[in-house]
T-cell receptor, first 116, second 112 residues
Framework: DAGVIQSPRHEVTEMGQEVTLRCKPI?????LFWYRQTMMRGLELLIYFNNNVPIDDSGMPEDRFSAKMPNASFSTLKIQPSEPRDSAVYFC??????????????FGPGTRLTVL | GQQLNQSPQSMFIQEGEDVSMNCTSS?????WLWYKQDPGEGPVLLIALYKAGELTSNGRLTAQFGITRKDSFLNISASIPSDVGIYFCAKKESYNTDKLIFGTGTRLQVFP
């Protein structure tokens, strides 16, 4: 089975440009998470969806960031306009429905974003 | 907000040595998770702990959920070069959310 798929793996763009990051969760997983990792702030959750519905977007830095999950197999994270401080590695993770206790989040390989 | 402090920040050890790292929280909760991140990859779950005092092993890895529910440790025995990476602890922000809070990470380097 394929794991979480993210594209692109690397993105270099200029300040002010729109950036769209894509994620395909593992088939059958109903929760999807977007994380950002930087040296200064570590790994932090931006937003997560359950059954395609955004549940908690309190980690989204500001209005320039938006995320959508139009169906169970696809999600996007968009930054418009991008700024140099958005440079980071963005991870997508997915998880099975939580039946009892905790279910493991499976992380994708990440997208390394550089905004010049 | 909640913080998870990990120590040490980094470790440089020789192959074959044992490693110990820990994680402390300012608040209590019911789940501790230990992840490993290889260079250029996403984190992978190593061990999950659900009860205070619980001790769980996964091969050469052993983790314990502290009795106070505010700390956890991870031990790696007989380290090998592929143990290199960053180790993160994590916990749920609260019982009724799926949001995870990650620790600051311990970077492990193993020399042959």
């Amino acid at each position: 089975d394929a794991g979480v798929i993210q594209s692109p793996r690397h993105e270099v763009t200029e300040m002010g440009q729109e950036v769209t990051l894509r994620c395909k969760p593992i088939s059958g997983h109903n929760s999807l998470f977007w994380y950002r990792q930087t040296m200064m702030r570590g790994l932090e959750l931006l937003i997560y969806f359950n059954n395609n519905v955004p549940i908690d977007d309190s980690g989204m830095p500001e209005d320039r960031f938006s995320a959508k999950m139009p169906n169970a197999s696809f999600s996007t994270l968009k930054i418009q306009p991008s700024e140099p401080r958005d440079s980071a590695v963005y991870f997508c993770a997915s998880r099975l429905p939580e039946l009892a206790g905790y279910n493991e989040q499976f992380f994708g390989p990440g997208t390394r974003l550089t905004v010049l | 907000g909640q913080q998870l402090n990990q120590s040490p920040q980094s470790m440089f050890i020789q192959e074959g040595e044992d490693v110990s790292m820990n994680c402390t929280s300012s608040s209590i909760f019911n789940t501790w998770l230990w992840y490993k991140q290889d260079p250029g990859e996403g984190p992978v779950l190593l061990i999950a702990l659900y009860k205070a005092g619980e001790l769980t092993s996964n091969g050469r890895l052993t983790a314990q959920f502290g009795i106070t529910r505010k700390d956890s440790f991870l031990n790696i025995s007989a380290s090998i070069p592929s143990d290199v990476g960053i180790y993160f602890c994590a916990k749920k922000e609260s019982y009724n959310t799926d949001k995870l809070i990650f620790g600051t990470g311990t970077r492990l380097q193993v020399f042959p």
